[in-house]
């Protein structure tokens, strides 16, 4: 079981930027398969952003050229860095990871995930 939690949504205008943090109690990301998604209630959990174990990253179209997902070996924490911000980016997004698909977009290929955490964008 690999306990994720994470962090630093809020509130911002459209336009603003936010960056999320994920944490795993017990277990060393780097050796982790990734991926951020968020939930908007009444739609499916939409793939945000996931990072293989080389350090390669895939985005969601509505992200693309917005969003970053980065590591942090040394914090043990995954990001996701937002920019450019739409009122449609907001959503519960969560953190997770799959134990055999790396790099995968698809909510239903990963294993373990994170509370979420609340991100609002008002325009």
């Known amino acids: 079981q690999v306990q994720l939690v994470e962090s630093g949504g809020g509130s911002v205008q459209a336009g603003g930027s936010l960056r999320l943090s994920c944490t795993a109690a017990?277990?060393?990301?780097?050796?982790?398969?990734m991926g951020w998604f968020r939930r908007v209630p009444g739609k499916e959990r939409e793939g945000v952003a996931s990072?293989?174990?080389?350090?390669?990253?895939r985005y969601g179209d509505s992200v693309k050229g917005r969003f970053t997902i980065s590591q942090d070996n040394i914090k043990n924490t995954l990001y996701l860095q937002m920019t450019s911000l739409k009122p449609e980016d907001t959503a519960m997004y969560y953190c997770a990871t799959t134990l055999s698909f790396c790099g995968s977009l698809f909510s239903t290929r990963y294993n373990f995930w994170g509370q979420g955490t609340q991100v609002t964008v008002s325009s």
């Open positions: 017990e277990y060393t990301l780097s050796g982790l398969c």
């Open positions: 990072t293989d174990r080389y350090g390669s990253a």
